[in-house]
């Protein structure tokens, strides 16, 4: 039997640089998979913002990864969020085929919601590990992904132009103050 790991937290974490870490220190054969919603890298590799990058596979379907069962004893998965509730069953299928799953992505939207597939996804982990930011208003630990932004789109692809980390204490000012 295989297992899934979920890695999750806000913008700016670490989510992505764990995910890769984990694939490179296993010394198994691997395939990563990111969504094509995801377009501020190239399309067929994930980058962390410290610029450590690995070659992924850029789908639009999260049942495209289904094509690899029994051929990887890990599959990693960036930027879950963004997939349909469909990867719930995907992950489950790989994992229960033998496979190391390893899922990164956010586990709130900028409003501070639970995001997409994700807690799904974390209730049917075998692990989950929640990375912080740090806030770069009070300096704790931060839990959400503010965005600078008015726009009220759920998904909204940015970086640090767009977005900041904060803890709870900020991020609850500052929804106050809009």
């Known amino acids: ?6 890695i999750c937290g806000s913008m700016f974490s670490g989510k992505t640089e764990e995910l890769i870490k984990r694939i490179k220190n296993s010394n198994k054969s691997y ?3 990111k969504p094509v919603t995801d377009t501020r890298n190239k399309q067929n590799e994930i980058e962390t913002h410290s610029k450590i990058k690995i070659d992924a596979i850029t789908i639009k379907n999260i049942n495209e990864v289904l094509d690899f069962k029994n ?10 969020q963004f997939f349909s509730d469909d990867i ?7 994992a229960n085929s033998g496979s190391r799953v390893i899922v990164a992505g956010l586990d709130m939207d900028y409003s501070g919601k ?4 994700m807690p799904f996804l974390m209730a049917i ?3 989950v590990t929640k990375v912080h930011a740090t806030c770069i208003e009070t300096g704790e630990p931060a ?5 600078k ?4 789109k759920t998904i909204m692809i940015g970086e640090k132009k767009e977005y900041k980390p904060l803890s709870r204490r900020a991020f609850i000012s500052k929804l106050k103050k809009k």
Do not use: H, Q, W
């Not at 039997?1 to 979920?6: A, H, R």
């Not at 839990?143 to 965005?147: G, P, V």
């Not at 932004?149 to 009220?152: A, F």
């Open 88 to 94: 719930i069953d995907v992950c489950n299928t790989m």
């Open 149 to 152: 932004t008015n726009d009220r």
């Open 31 to 33: 395939k990563v998979f």
């Open 114 to 117: 639970p995001f997409g597939p």
């Open 71 to 80: 051929k990887f004893e890990i599959i990693g998965i960036d930027e879950a």
């Open 1 to 6: 039997m295989g297992k899934i790991e979920v």
């Open 125 to 127: 982990a075998e692990e």
């Open 143 to 147: 839990l959400y992904s503010f965005r």
